[in-house]
């Protein structure tokens, strides 16, 4: 059978379901999870039935046991659960459960759990779909109409990494949807943050994503950057936006910043490609960029604040706007950690080995901005491509949070699921994710153990590829 095909039988099972009883949604608090949850509110709303959401940073014993003293027959595990599925079972018995998500699925056949992800149909849930592109399947497959949330899960899968100048596997049948549909546009244009609604200079000095040494968190830096290239910053008393550059000062602009990331000319064009623009979203609306909406999501949930992000999604502006407020706070802190980590740049709290890279940022970021600063810096070409980066930040509840990642743009053959397993089972604590992307959470006592074990593995690694 088709991974298609499966949403209809699903639907058919969930339509089965007592229409008097709440339903319990739980998903996760990055853009992918907020997405996810999003659209299930919506299609749940639509269909006229009763729930109750809760978005968690990971799923753990805690939340099931939690689930176990609450009434709800019917629970949906959204972007998450995958990993889990032994552990639902053991303690959800007697529940109706789905599990719709993208994550790399534990070994186990699961008895009453109806569990729907594209790896167990030779998709990969890295690149061909994300989990809010599950739940929108889902909910299409309930009600034609749910194709009015494409665009939420295009969002979400910008947000989970997916988006490569392009989409590939079901993620282009999504974006069909979304276009068709009249809520998507496709756009040539540099691809930086901001661009739609902020003065040039700003674009430049917020760009985390490319970053560009020397510009990035360096306000006068950009200043000087546009002016090195006769490019004005003004027009009269106005500061001047991305769009009113003229396509000469356009070029020169992107071949600069690739010249300046690469000190080279081969630069991958990643700076420049298609962008996705939000067409129900007015030109100067800070989220009319999806790429924008995904970092307002990510936002919303690693400062606490997932519902924001939700209701945004919603079209609700009041919330919206207090969103975009989070937003501001979240930069702030995203420079303030990148500023930490130059700072620590080979010593102690930043080691750098031959292929890896220690990061340990203790208390100096914040455990759920950890992995964002983990992935700019994978993608900031400061180190070579395939370098491992294993980061490590304390949480407010006394345990550290590891986020790692692979620095570049290409795949890689080394598993990152694969090491942060292989050490959490001696450390303890709990971890899981991608092959590209994976993190745990660790008793804070094992913190220097973990790194050790980390360390052992990635030097094998480096030798193994030496060999
Ligand atoms: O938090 P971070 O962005 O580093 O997470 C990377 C991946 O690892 C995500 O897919 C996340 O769901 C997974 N993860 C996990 N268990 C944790 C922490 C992260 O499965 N305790």
Redesign the pocket.
Known sequence: MDFIEVFEGVAKKFNTLDRTKPIKIIS?H?CDGIASAAILVSALSRAGLKFSLSIV??L?QEVLDSLKLEPYETVIFA??GS?YLSNIEKNLEGKNIFVLDH?KPEDYNPKFIIHINPHLFNLDGTKDVCAAGVCYLFAKALNEENRDLAHIAIIGAIGDNQEKNGFFGLNSLIIKDAVDYGKLEIKESLRMFGMQTKSLHKVLEYSTNPYIPNVTGNERGAIKFLEDLNIKVKDGSKYRRLSNLSEEEMKRLITAIILKRMGSEDAPGDVFGQIYLIKDESDESPTRDAREFSTLLNCCGRLGKPGLGIAACLGDKKMKDAAVELLNQYRREIIASLEWFYKNRGGLKVKEGKGYVLINAEDSVRDTL???L??IVAKSNIYPEGTILVSLAHTLGEET?????IAGFMDSAFDL?EM?KKVVKVTG??????RL?????IPQEKEEEFLKLSEQILIGAAVEEIK
Do not use: L
């Open positions: 996760n990055d940073q990971q753990n972007d998450m990993g994550h950890i992995g964002t983990t992935s949070k590891v986020s790692t990642r699921r942060i604590g709990e971890g899981g994710g991608h992307a994976a993190g745990a959470t």
